[in-house]
């Protein structure tokens, strides 16, 4: 047996990783198509937002509770966290989408979503701060020291 014949046989590390993140990009990419049928159908935006919550809160009990492994003291210390996180990042954005999607086509509803970051940085631009061409390249990586920094400049 060849090592070459050994390597094809093996997955590719990361592998399941990266299908994960593929999943996990489609069922985004579709909910706003999802959630516009619920509309359609009568379901007001912060209904479709509780019920898919919901459902993916009950996917995820049981992986919860396997990765807690007895160590509840984390949770109970972070709870004030987790509940923000929860209320701000997670139902907020699903909620202010879901009214996106009801108002307007998914797809500009999800260009407006991705765009989000460029919006506020162009929304701010004109503005009496006039922010450094740093902000805009920090913008885009999450607020670390900038591209054109890193660039040189």
Do not use: E
Request: net charge positive.
């Amino acid at each position: 047996m060849t090592t070459a014949g050994t390597r094809s046989t093996r997955p590719a590390p990361g592998g399941a990783g990266l299908a994960l993140a593929v999943l996990s990009a489609a069922t985004f990419g579709i909910s706003g198509t999802f959630a516009s049928s619920l509309i359609d159908a009568g379901w007001s935006p912060g209904a479709a937002v509780l019920v898919r919550i919901a459902a993916a809160a009950l996917m995820l009990t049981i992986p919860a509770m396997i990765q807690l492994r007895g160590r509840w003291a984390l949770l109970r210390r972070g709870v004030g966290k987790v509940t923000a996180y929860g209320l701000i990042a997670v139902a907020g954005c699903q909620f202010f989408y879901f009214n996106a999607v009801a108002r307007m086509p998914v797809g500009i509803a999800l260009l407006l979503d991705y765009l989000a970051v460029v919006l506020v940085v162009g929304w701010l631009w004109p503005g009496p701060d006039q922010p450094a061409r740093r902000d805009v390249g920090a913008a885009g990586r999450g607020g670390q020291r900038g591209l054109l920094p890193a660039l040189g400049h």
